[in-house]
């Protein structure tokens, strides 16, 4: 289904740039969450939010930090963007039944 | 840290062989689930198991809940050129609702 939409899809940014990835949920979930998937680590939790303006943090959130104003939108900045930070981004949403995610953002940091 | 190990790390087979992988984990996780990445896209749910024991079958993929609910098994049977993909397990540790996920399982097939 399309119930999550990740913006954009690929993006190369210099260092020590800031960056805002999107993401954006049509099932009215709750809770938001974004991942990053490095080979060898998997997925690993940056940050995740249990509902609007309430967020904390994951396993690897230092250099970024996450906004939500409303329900359906989420969104993850790279202060600074570091070469450390090239990975492949995701957003889900939903509860530990299992959830949804978005179909990844590309990230290079050059 | 990772809390959830994955075997083997990578699996080359021929069409119509069955698959087995497995997930292990020092805690104890009351939801086992199995999800599958195709390449490009983002992770698809495949099965939910919510009790220890509990065998669950979706087409020709069955995953089981092991009893002392620190592991979890996926087998495919009859393996097809789409099954290709990296397959994860997770489990919500600690009973909240974030997910920890295994480092994935990738299945290649051998044509």
């Known amino acids: 289904d399309a119930g999550i939409t990740q913006s954009p899809r690929h993006k190369v940014t210099e260092t020590g740039t800031p960056v805002t990835l999107r993401c954006h949920q049509t099932e009215n979930h709750r809770y938001m969450y974004w991942y990053r998937q490095d080979p060898g680590h998997g997925l690993r939790l940056i940050h995740y939010?249990?509902?609007?303006?309430?967020?904390d943090k994951g396993e690897v959130s230092d250099g970024y930090s996450v906004s939500r104003s409303k329900t359906e939108d989420f969104l993850l900045t790279l202060e600074s963007a570091t070469s450390s930070q090239t990975s492949v981004y995701f957003c889900a949403a939903g509860t530990n039944y299992g959830y949804t995610f978005g179909s990844g953002t590309r990230l290079t940091v050059v | 840290g990772q809390q959830l190990n994955q075997s083997p790390q990578s699996m080359f087979i021929q069409e119509g062989e069955d698959v087995s992988m497995n997930c292990t984990s020092s805690?104890?996780?009351?939801?086992w689930l199995w999800y599958k990445q195709d390449p490009g896209e983002g992770p698809v749910l495949l099965i939910a198991l919510y009790k220890a024991g509990e065998l669950t079958s979706n087409g020709r993929l069955t995953a089981q809940f092991g009893i002392t609910r620190k592991d979890s098994f996926l087998n495919i049977s009859a393996s097809i050129p789409s099954d290709v993909g990296i397959y994860f397990c997770a489990g919500p540790l600690f009973g909240n609702e974030k997910l920890t996920f295994g480092t994935g399982t990738r299945l290649t097939i051998i044509p």
């Open positions: 939010s249990y509902g609007v303006k309430d967020t």
């Open positions: 805690s104890i996780f009351n939801t």
